[in-house]
Structures are given as structure tokens and as C-alpha cells.
């Protein structure tokens, strides 16, 4: 296989209890860790950051990092290399820390996880794809205008089509709020029916069946990444009831929330190594005072 321009090494989901300490030390590879939530203290060379959910840090190699934590901090951690090039000399200079508030980085992540748990063809090379994406990303510094993943609700939506992007603009605002199609409708500025439309010949699928696919979405998001139980996530994505939730979650996922997230819990401090050649070192301990 050729030499991949980002080869990513290891990822891994972890969870430090609090007490638990990364001892500061360095590698020859580079790091990006994504605090999801917790609080405690980075430290990055000579200086040190208090833990914030949301929070990237990129460290390059030879620099001096660990961590502290003082609550639960939830992170997920990927390593890798990156061949002399543009990029390569971009990261360098890039900033060491950006606040990243949208959730399809977590999911870029996960979906680099997934893939080395699984390895099916071509799963290095994909995995490759996903965080040179992150990497450029994170040197554009554009949080904000980065893209939803549409693909799996359905399909791109063309720029030129107002009304759609409208409408999708209104589920993602109001998602967890009762929502109808009319209510959907007037914020797109048409009629029922030419809303319907525009969903069936973009998405090939209604309005609603967005809607709960996209509020299923967001609820995967908070069993990864929060302790709330799944009554309180089905309330916060806009469910009236956790039957209805668990009944629409398990005939889109094909298992009930409470098995995916058993599943999910399955890979927590699980090394899941990309390049079959390469040794994680272990570095947390926990705290002495246990």
C-alpha cells in the first residue's frame, strides 16, 4: 500500500475519572485531543489550560503535554503522522487549541473508531480521508460554516434551493420543539404541499421523517457524549414520550437506545489501532490518594 499522507496510528474514546492524571510527556507523532465535557487542567508546553467541553487542542511532536482531571472528562484521542508537505508545515504553525462547538467533529471521529474496530477494505485509507479533513478544517479555523451531515439524512441539498434550505434551517433550530410540517412550511415561505414536494424530489423523503431522523441524530449524540437518561435525551430532541422515542430509535438503528448506548459504553478506553505496526504507550494513573 502507498505511503498514506495522513496516517492515522490509534484512536481511542476515554473517559479519566477524577484524580486520574496523563503524566506530561512527549512523541514523535502528532495528537489532537477533543474534551468533550469534564473539567481539570491541559498542559501544552509551558503553559496550561483549564479543561472546557468543546475544546481541541492539536499537539505537535516533541511537545510536552498531559492532563488532570477533577471532575469526569470525557475526550477522544487520535494520533498520527502526517508526510512532509503543505500540510505538514501548516501544522506547525497552526494554533494549538480551537473551540469546535459543532457535533459532526465528535461524529468524524467516531466514524475514524468505528472504522478501525471494523477494518472492512480500504479502512486506513478512509480513515485517512476523514481526519485530513478535520486537519484542514481546523487550519481554516471555520467552525461555523462547517456543513451538516446531510448524506445521512438523505441527500445534498442543492444551494440553489431556498425553500429546502429553509425548512431544514427551521428543523435544526426547532428540532427539539413540537414542529409540524405547516409550522415548517411557513418558515420556508410555501405551502404544505409545495414543501412536501421539494423534500420527496431532493431527500426522497417527507418532512416529518426528516425531522425524527434528525432529532434521532441528535439523540445519538447525547447518549455518546452525556449521562442523561434516555427519558430526559427523548424530552430534549423534541419527543413527547420515551416510548415513542424508543420505538422510532430502534426501527431506524435496528436496536432499542438503551442497547446502543450498552454497545457504545463496550468501546470506552478501548484501543482501536489504525496502523496495525503501531505500540500506544500507557500513560494515565490514577490518583495516589485512592
Given at each position: 500500500m502507498a505511503a498514506l499522507p495522513v496516517d492515522v496510528l490509534w484512536i481511542a474514546r476515554y473517559d479519566y475519572r477524577p484524580g486520574w492524571s496523563l503524566p506530561v510527556h512527549s512523541h514523535?507523532?502528532?495528537q489532537m485531543i477533543l474534551f468533550l465535557d469534564?473539567?481539570?487542567t491541559f498542559a501544552l508546553s509551558d503553559d496550561t489550560f483549564p479543561i472546557r467541553g468543546g475544546e481541541l487542542f492539536l499537539i505537535r511532536s516533541g511537545e510536552n503535554h498531559g492532563l488532570r482531571a477533577e471532575s469526569l472528562v470525557r475526550t477522544l484521542d487520535v494520533k498520527f503522522r502526517v508526510e512532509p508537505g503543505e500540510l505538514e508545515q501548516a501544522l506547525r504553525s497552526a494554533a494549538r487549541m480551537m473551540?469546535?462547538?459543532?457535533?459532526?467533529?465528535?461524529?468524524?471521529?467516531?466514524?475514524?473508531?468505528?472504522?478501525?474496530?471494523r477494518k472492512p477494505a480500504f479502512y486506513r485509507e478512509l480513515c485517512s480521508v476523514l481526519l485530513t479533513e478535520i486537519l484542514y478544517q481546523y487550519l481554516r479555523q471555520d467552525l461555523h460554516t462547517a456543513p451538516a451531515d446531510?448524506?445521512?439524512l438523505g441527500?445534498?441539498?442543492?444551494p440553489q434551493d431556498q425553500i429546502l434550505e429553509r425548512a431544514v434551517a427551521c428543523v435544526r433550530g426547532c428540532y427539539h420543539q413540537p414542529l409540524s410540517v405547516r409550522e415548517m412550511a411557513r418558515v420556508a415561505g410555501c405551502t404544505d404541499r409545495t414543501l412536501r414536494l421539494h423534500f420527496q424530489e431532493v431527500l426522497q423523503m417527507r418532512p416529518l421523517i426528516y425531522l425524527q431522523r434528525h432529532r434521532i441524530a441528535q439523540a445519538k449524540?447525547?447518549?455518546?457524549?452525556?449521562?442523561?437518561?434516555?427519558?430526559?435525551?427523548a424530552e430534549q430532541v423534541g419527543f413527547q414520550t420515551v416510548h415513542h422515542f424508543t420505538r422510532l430509535f430502534?426501527?431506524?438503528?435496528?436496536?432499542?437506545?438503551?442497547?446502543?448506548?450498552?454497545n457504545y459504553l463496550e468501546g470506552?478506553?478501548?484501543?482501536?489501532?489504525?496502523?496495525?505496526?503501531?505500540?500506544n504507550r500507557i500513560f494515565t494513573v490514577g490518583d495516589s490518594r485512592d
Open positions: 514523535d507523532y502528532l469534564g473539567q481539570g473551540v469546535w462547538h459543532e457535533p459532526s467533529l465528535a461524529a468524524r471521529l467516531e466514524r475514524i473508531r468505528t472504522e478501525g474496530e446531510d448524506e445521512a441527500g445534498h441539498i442543492p449524540l447525547l447518549i455518546q457524549h452525556s449521562d442523561y437518561s434516555l427519558k430526559e435525551i430502534t426501527a431506524l438503528e435496528g436496536r432499542s437506545p438503551a442497547a446502543w448506548r450498552r470506552i478506553r478501548k484501543d482501536v489501532y489504525i496502523n496495525p505496526t503501531f505500540e
